[in-house]
Nanobody, 120 residues
Framework: VQLQASGGGWVPPGGSLRLSCAGSGRAPNTYAWGWFRQAPGKEREFVAAFARSGLTHTADSVKGRFTISRDNAKNTVFLQMNSLIPEDTGVYYC???????????????WGQGTLVTVSS
C-alpha cells in the first residue's frame, strides 16, 4: 500500500483545514486507516482512525473538533480539522494496517507527512 498525504499548511487559531490521504494498492475497505501527528520534540500520537468495519475512533484531545471520513471510490481518507489550536501544530501522517490501533507501531505503511501550523 502506498499512501500520499496532503492538505497541510498554516492556519490561525480557530481555523480549519482538511487533510487528504490517497492510497493505492489495495481496496480501502480491506485495511484500517489511521491519522497520527508529531509535534516538535514530542512522540508521534494517535489522532483518528477508520477500522476495516467502517467504525471510526478519535483521540480525546481532538474529539468534537476533528472528523475522519473516507471516499472508497477514490481510495482516499480525509481528516477535517476545525477549531484548530496551537497545540494541534505538527506533522500529520496517514498510515494503514490490517487492523486499527491507536499505537503507531502497529501500522506498517506510512505516508510522507504533511505539516500543519496553527499560529497567529
Amino acid at each position: 500500500v502506498q499512501l500520499q498525504a496532503s492538505g497541510g499548511g498554516w492556519v490561525p487559531p480557530g481555523g480549519s483545514l482538511r487533510l487528504s490521504c490517497a492510497g493505492s494498492g489495495r481496496a480501502p475497505n480491506t485495511y484500517a486507516w489511521g491519522w497520527f501527528r508529531q509535534a516538535p520534540g514530542k512522540e508521534r500520537e494517535f489522532v483518528a482512525a477508520f477500522a476495516r468495519s467502517g467504525l471510526t475512533h478519535t483521540a480525546d484531545s481532538v474529539k468534537g473538533r476533528f472528523t475522519i471520513s473516507r471516499d472508497n471510490a477514490k481510495n482516499t481518507v480525509f481528516l477535517q480539522m476545525n477549531s484548530l489550536i496551537p497545540e494541534d501544530t505538527g506533522v500529520y501522517y496517514c498510515a494503514s494496517s490490517s487492523w486499527w490501533s491507536s499505537q503507531s507501531t502497529c501500522y506498517a505503511h506510512w505516508g510522507q507527512g504533511t505539516l500543519v501550523t496553527v499560529s497567529s
